[in-house]
């Protein structure tokens, strides 16, 4: 694939430099830069934190497909703030985290400049990342900005990430209040002093799915979503939807979740729906996790299954560290999935709740066989299967126990994978029951011990048979680490606790983001919009799905959501289906489209006919798109044309205007029929010739302009370094989306580039 071997030929270079872990990553410098047109200014250069060498990019083992490699290179190429969504398991998170990893690597040097939040503690310890009103010292509730500059202003660290921060991650958007959305892009344009950037310059990159959890609102009140906010108009440049679904892999199913998810269940869907009530029966003795809208049926739930096992139990308590405040470290704690009390009996059901590889994941469900030391099974873990064998059929020094990972010393330090175990199906091969002596010496078994030996080696770890792809593994797993840091990475918070947790039970909220393979469903007391929708698409399939006290009635999506969503997919080509259509592609895609009344439409002819003069060219490309192609009869869509200018040299005196001026006028409202139009295309020209002499970088400065059935607003001028020997002008226009939420999107159709000499197609 083309994308790929640009990428892959990145890599090639990468290897004679230091890695710089960014955007330039790869890129040697050449002694003279060759002319960029607009194809070559998109050309993706930035460096996925794990490229491979066929060019693909692989996150937790998996490999990012190409829309999702798509919108990492939007963030992390293009710099573009980004709101990426799509359905329940579609990968949002994943991506997160690749473009969380890849962002770290590029900015190394400064992470200052990274910050990473979520609506919700839980999401927010998922990403290793903090709340947002933590994050910008936010009071809930609170939408004072004079009030709450004064005090963020009193809180050194707030104030300088709100002054330093250059990407903003902001994950399970679906919960933020439009409110407080418009509240933070406020501050930032406030304590940023750049009143003339949205979210004071600040590159966004929000994800989450609206048709997921809303915002928590007092009693009834209604939700205000962020996309309802003033700021999202502005401030969202890219809305991608993902459409590929990873979770589930049948159609039908994904195609029901997808009714579910939109509010409208058909008589036949609600047949089906109906029918997953059954019992689930499976012969390994592992047990569907149930899911409650409610906390307190869960506590019920996982109590009196782990009361009801026989055996005592074996209590893990957290070992806590970090350098908040008691207060806000233990708040910190609280949010982390690791439990400060951990209470495990011989065949609880569990949860791993932290990735080991690509098949003990975050969601692997086993059962516990047993508790055993470290060295025991070590000593009975399966050899990896490179391993050689010596010529007497010993192993080799090379073959060595699986773990999922050693220290620098390569000592064991963590899980210990494919523990093999004897004929009863649970006791490690090379356990060897205690002799009498030990036995009297019970303490020589404990963490506690006196002596020599390691507490880590004598301490008894959960041995967990999960249910993977491939069959079974059983794994020693050992304690592991929970983080939460500020952007600085200095340590706030830190749990080390076994990454498990029983999984009988769980709330639905908490269940956001899982997906379970064996899964047992209580609708009865659903009390939230997309609560249900939530809880059905955390299964992989609909064998492994029961659903009780199911109604029609409770699976309820927001009006509000499914009409912004209807307009965000309104113009996508290919169908709406879930799993289907991919709105990543402008509605009009590849040029094509736009050319569609050819010849007068055709835009090197426009070129062509207008000559290089912007003012005539910004003309012709808004009467061009006055009638733009896939226009919904009857409905006033908002219409974009997006002028990218690479270099104006010669300034025409037309243009000669003070910057101040033109920026002025890009600032006046935007959609506002009182905008004097009598000259857009000389008020366009200003603008353009004023940014693209004083800057640099994809700004965005809107300017509107009546059209007979549809809005225009501008433009996107760029000045790129041509040197002063190229008296040229490069333009490249456009799409034309769009969207009544504002949202965007690029489809270049051609670069040209203007001479005085005249103009060809670059
Ligand atoms: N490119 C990919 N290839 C294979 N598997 C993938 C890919 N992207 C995501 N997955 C897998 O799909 C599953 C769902 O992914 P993820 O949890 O990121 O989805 P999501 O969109 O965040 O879902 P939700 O909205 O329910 O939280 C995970 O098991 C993840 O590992």
Redesign the pocket.
């Known amino acids: 694939m083309a994308k790929n071997q640009t990428v892959a030929g990145t890599l090639s270079t990468t290897k004679k430099r230091k890695s710089t872990g960014g955007i330039d990553e790869g890129k040697t410098k050449p002694a003279k830069q060759p002319r960029r047109t607009l194809d070559t200014f998109f050309t993706p250069q930035a460096t996925a934190s794990n490229l491979q060498l066929d060019g693909t990019i692989v996150q937790?083992n998996?490999?990012?497909?190409e829309e999702?490699v798509k919108v990492l290179r939007m963030v992390v190429d293009e710099e573009k703030s980004v709101f990426f969504t799509?359905?329940?398991?579609?990968?949002?998170?994943?991506?997160l985290r690749a473009i969380i990893s890849t962002l770290r690597r590029k900015y190394s040097k400064k992470p200052e400049l990274i910050s990473i939040t979520a609506s919700t503690g839980m999401a927010a310890s998922n990403i290793g990342g903090t709340t947002i009103h933590a994050w910008g010292a936010i009071t809930p509730g609170m939408h004072n900005i004079d009030k709450l500059i004064s005090y963020i202003k009193t809180c050194k660290p707030a104030h300088q990430r709100w002054k330093t921060t250059k990407v903003l991650v902001i994950d399970e958007v679906s919960m933020v209040d439009g409110h407080l959305f418009d509240t933070l892009a406020k501050l930032a344009v406030e304590l940023r002093k750049k009143t003339d950037l949205p979210f004071g310059g600040i590159q966004l990159v929000v994800t989450g799915?609206f048709f997921?959890l809303p915002p928590v609102t007092k009693g009834k009140t209604e939700p205000f979503f962020a996309f309802q906010s003033q700021a999202w108009k502005t401030c969202i440049q890219n809305v991608i939807s993902?459409k590929q679904v990873?979770?589930q892999s049948d159609n039908h199913f994904v195609d029901l979740l997808n009714q579910m998810r939109q509010g409208e269940i058909t008589p036949d869907a609600k047949k089906v729906f109906i029918s997953l009530s059954r019992p689930l029966t499976f012969n390994d003795g592992i047990l569907p996790t149930e899911l409650f809208p409610l906390r307190s049926e869960v506590d019920r739930a996982n109590a009196a299954r782990l009361t009801a096992l026989p055996g005592s139990s074996i209590k893990y308590e957290a070992r806590d560290s970090g350098a908040a405040p008691l207060e806000k470290r233990a708040k910190l704690l609280d949010n982390m999935v690791a439990q400060k009390l951990l209470e495990l009996k011989i065949d609880a059901q569990v949860m791993l709740v932290k990735n080991m590889d690509e098949t003990l994941?975050n969601?692997s469900v086993g059962k516990i066989l047993g508790f055993y030391t470290l060295p025991v099974c070590i000593a009975s873990a399966a050899p990896t299967p490179t391993a050689e064998m010596k010529k007497d059929g010993s192993p080799s020094s090379s073959s060595k126990p699986r773990s999922a990972s050693q220290d620098s010393a390569g000592k064991h330090n963590s899980t210990v994978r494919h523990v093999q175990v004897g004929p009863d199906g649970r006791t490690p091969i090379a356990y060897a029951p205690p002799t009498p002596e030990e036995k009297e010496n019970k303490d020589a078994k404990t963490p506690q011990a006196k002596g020599k030996a390691k507490a880590k080696d004598v301490e008894l770890y959960p041995l967990v048979e999960f249910r993977t792809p491939q069959g079974k593994e059983v794994a020693l797993i050992v304690r592991d680490e929970f983080r939460s840091e500020d952007n600085e990475g200095k340590l706030l918070a830190r749990r080390v606790q076994i990454p498990l947790v029983l999984a009988w039970a769980m709330s639905i909220h908490k269940s956001?983001?899982q997906?379970i393979q064996r899964v047992k469903i209580d609708l009865g007391r659903v009390f939230e919009k997309g609560q249900s929708y939530?809880a059905l698409?955390?299964a992989a399939s609909m064998d492994g799905l029961q659903v009780l006290r199911f109604e029609a009635r409770k699976v309820m999506a927001h009006p509000k959501v499914i009409e912004w969503s209807r307009n965000l997919e309104q113009l996508a080509s290919s169908g709406a289906g879930h799993g289907r259509a991919d709105t990543t592609q402008p509605a009009w895609t590849g040029g094509a489209p736009l050319t569609h009344n050819a010849p007068q439409h055709d835009p090197q002819n426009i070129w062509r006919r207008v000559g290089p003069r912007a003012a005539d060219l910004v003309n012709a490309i808004v009467g061009h798109v006055t009638s733009p192609p896939g226009l919904i009869n009857g409905s006033t869509p908002e219409v974009t044309v997006t002028l990218i200018c690479l270099g104006l040299h010669k300034t025409p005196a037309a243009f000669d205007v003070p910057d101040s001026e033109a920026v002025s006028q890009a600032r006046r409202p935007r959609n506002t029929h009182d905008i004097d139009c009598a000259s857009p295309a000389l008020r366009l020209s200003r603008l353009f010739c004023a940014r693209s002499l004083s800057a640099r970088g994809l700004v965005e400065y809107p300017i509107s302009r009546s059209l007979p059935s549809s809005w225009s607003h501008i433009c996107c001028p760029i000045q790129y370094g041509l040197s002063d020997a190229d008296v040229r002008v490069t333009a490249s226009c456009f799409v034309v989306s769009l969207r009544h939420d504002f949202s965007w999107q690029f489809a270049p159709f051609g670069t040209y580039v203007g001479a005085e000499s005249g103009l060809s197609k670059a």
């Open positions: 937790e998996v490999t990012l497909n999702q799509g359905a329940a398991g579609t990968g949002k998170s994943l991506l799915d997921q993902l990873f979770r994941v969601g956001q983001g997906t939530v698409s955390r």
